[in-house]
């Protein structure tokens, strides 16, 4: 086989990794930020049921439109974030990432820039470059919070055509205030030169586990403000693939105007309306984690770690030795069985909020692992 480089690849993408993190069978897998619970029995009835259905009409193309599931996405988060929003407001594709993609595609592209506050999730700048657009990289206070001033500083600087907001922010958890969200799409109206505001992305894929309500309700009067959410996480259906904006209208127009035809199978669109059957029992299990997750966080401080204040299914813990130190304890827990991630912010990890079993198991690991490394 040639390599990579052999190939007449884009420039931009030589030697570059694909994003990935470790898939190893260890007894315990806390780095990816999956729900621990599966599926109860009558969702996954349910689910064979809707695609028993669904099968019978494989021969044609699926609802296009995904009519049916917007309409019940629509309805999920009118009831859960404080807002009500329509069918015509919500889009759906094959996880958030897709719907990030569509975003970039349609709002970014060549000679179009994006703009994170990093450390944030990988992908924003991963989806940035695969669709040709420039990627600005905004900085964060020591303890992960955006620095306002900074950021509309930097917005009324770089003049970038998207601004990506994760709240909780992952890899270190922490929620994004709504002044700050304000102050930011604020900048973000004057930041382009053509009069159009540019697009601010609030990716609230952890939003279900936050201590603070959704910032779903901003998006009123705010046209180019997105709001992006995963059945991913708080559905515990990772597995699936659904993911889904709410924004104004238009903003769902436009995306339609980049997606594949037909980009959402039958399959998933069954599957993910009988998940939303289910959304009650669902986020019962929201309320474990989030319980556990508070848990996580005590008793790690409690052993003398520092830890990010969490509103997210996992926990930003460290300060190790810089980056050789956080990598040290990595590898140490997973001698021990227990799989965390490392993401590359020097000194600290992030653990996923798993069963209090698994979460056990975990922090014994910790305390060991302390105790062998001093
Ligand atoms: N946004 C954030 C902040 C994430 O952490 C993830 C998944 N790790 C995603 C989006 C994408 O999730 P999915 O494509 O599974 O919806």
Redesign the pocket.
């Known amino acids: 086989m040639n390599d990579i480089d052999s190939l007449p690849i884009r420039d931009e993408l030589r030697g570059k990794s694909p994003y990935g993190a470790p898939q190893l069978d260890v007894p315990v897998r806390l780095n990816?930020?999956e729900n621990p619970y599966p599926l109860p029995d009558p969702l996954v009835e349910r689910i064979a049921q809707r695609v028993t259905e669904a099968a019978r009409d494989l021969n044609r193309y699926p609802d296009r439109d995904a009519v049916e599931l917007r309409a019940g996405l629509a309805h999920y988060l009118s009831r859960t974030a404080g807002h009500p929003v329509t069918r015509e407001q919500v889009w759906a594709a094959n996880?958030?990432?897709?719907v990030?993609q569509q975003l970039l595609q349609a709002f970014g592209g060549p000679g179009r820039t994006a703009l994170g506050f990093e450390p944030s999730?990988s992908?924003h700048a991963l989806l940035a470059r695969g669709t040709g657009t420039g990627w600005l990289s905004g900085p964060r206070n020591e303890d992960f919070t955006i620095d306002i001033d900074a950021a509309v500083r930097t917005i009324a600087e770089q003049r970038p055509d998207i601004v990506f907001i994760?709240s909780p922010n992952?890899p270190t958890g922490t929620a994004v205030t709504e002044e700050t969200v304000l102050a930011l799409y604020e900048a973000a109206q004057a930041a382009r030169s053509d009069g159009h505001g540019a697009l601010v992305v609030l990716?609230e894929?952890?939003g279900e586990f936050s201590h603070h309500p959704s910032l779903l309700p901003l998006i009123e009067g705010r046209p180019t403000l997105v709001l992006?959410r995963?059945m991913?996480k708080a559905f515990g259906a990772?597995g699936l693939?659904l993911?889904y904006l709410a924004a104004d209208a238009a903003v769902v127009d436009a995306v339609q105007l980049v997606r594949l035809p037909y980009h959402l199978s039958a399959v998933t669109q069954a599957t993910a309306l009988a998940a939303l059957e289910h959304t009650d029992t669902l986020l019962g299990y929201v309320e474990q984690l989030k319980a556990e997750r508070d848990r996580l966080v005590d008793e790690l401080r409690a052993m003398g770690c520092q830890v990010t204040e969490s509103d997210a299914n996992f926990v930003q813990f460290g300060r190790f030795d810089g980056a050789a130190g956080s990598h040290a304890v990595w590898e140490a827990l997973l001698a021990h069985g227990v799989l965390v991630r490392d993401n590359g912010v020097p000194g600290w990890l992030r653990v996923s909020a798993g069963t209090p079993e698994e979460n056990d198991t975990f922090l014994d690991a910790v305390r060991a692992v302390t105790k062998e490394l001093k």
């Open positions: 990816t930020n996880g958030s990432n897709e990030l999730y992908m994760c992952n990716d894929a952890y992006s995963t991913s990772a693939r993911g």
